[in-house]
């Protein structure tokens, strides 16, 4: 018999790439459209696999609740798991993971979200529609010369240092992790985040969300930073503590924001909320500042990283289907 999926957080784009790709492997996929929580755990009864993305809540009662209906592996269409409870899971279901789907989708984004908002195309291109030609308020500054800081140096960063190595930016870095290699080869200098805080003029975030890393942007590591600093999160929300990034914002420390992340993003982010009132203040705060830009958990979002997505997730399946070693399996 075949293989049962409960496809959680079903989206039209979803569907199409895990159909075709299932064309390989002929698993029996149901798909739903909420985010798996506590509510709707109970469609996983009878399937054998649960597939999950960014926004499923899956904490040690959902796991409870997983093992009860009889699912035997929880697989993340994702590189992220901090929404998974890892300790309720141990030994109990197995996890796996897309540790990388297309680390040049999110560099791209990153560095779309730097030149956008420097240069401000997306002020120009709502006052041209309405006749506005004026240059007033679309002054931006040469990125080549100044200082990017990136917070983590995986693979994403690296794509991204290479391309803005190439306009000519100096690079510093922080990681618990240095790869002095790559450094060497691109002229990446390592320092501490302290000094990473006060050199640069826009700073990336590509780290991991732990207890680490949550909040590595707050209200002291702000005072840090140089005046006018660009702040870019294409990583995980809670690396941005929200209420002291409003606040440096009203306060031109921060002299701009692009966020493709949110801490509370999951009512919000992947659904259409244009015909209801927005009830997060914070959101909507953010939103009124005419220098911060916010994407909706976009910057992964290309057709080939969801090809890849979707042959990493079911290639996962069959492999612990066919009792073979999990690559992307995610332990404690």
Known sequence: MAIKVAFFDSKPYDETSFKKANEKYGFDIRFYKGHLNKDNVVLSKGADVVCIFVNAVVDANVIDDLIENGVKL?????????????KAAHNRIKIVRVPAY?????????????????????????RTREGNFSLNGLLGFDMHGKTAGMIGTGKIAKILIQALCGIGMKIVAYDLYPDYEFAKQHNVEYVS????????????????????????????????MKDGVMIINTGRGKLIHTHALIKGLKSKKIGAAGLDV??????Y????????????????????FNNVIVTS?????????????????????QDFVDGKALVNEVTI
Not at 262 to 267: G, Q, V
Not at 269 to 286: G, P, Q
Not at 302 to 308: C, G, H, Q, V
């Open 262 to 267: 949110y801490e509370e993003e999951s009512d």
């Open 74 to 86: 929880i697989a993340l269409r994702c590189a992220g798991y901090n929404n998974v409870d890892i």
């Open 193 to 224: 985040l302290d000094e990473l805080y006060g050199r640069s003029d826009i700073i990336s975030l590509h780290c991991p969300l732990n207890k680490d890393t949550e909040y590595i942007i707050d209200t002291d590591s702000i005072a840090k």
């Open 269 to 288: 982010f992947f659904e259409d909320r244009s015909n209801n009132v927005m009830d997060d203040d914070v959101l909507a705060r953010l939103l009124s």
């Open 102 to 126: 297309s680390p040049f989708a999110v560099a791209e984004h990153t560095l779309a979200l730097m030149l956008t908002l420097n240069r401000k195309t997306h002020k120009a291109y709502s």
């Open 297 to 317: 958990h976009q910057a992964f979002f290309t057709k080939e990283a969801l090809e890849n997505i979707a042959q990493t997730t079911l290639m996962n399946i």
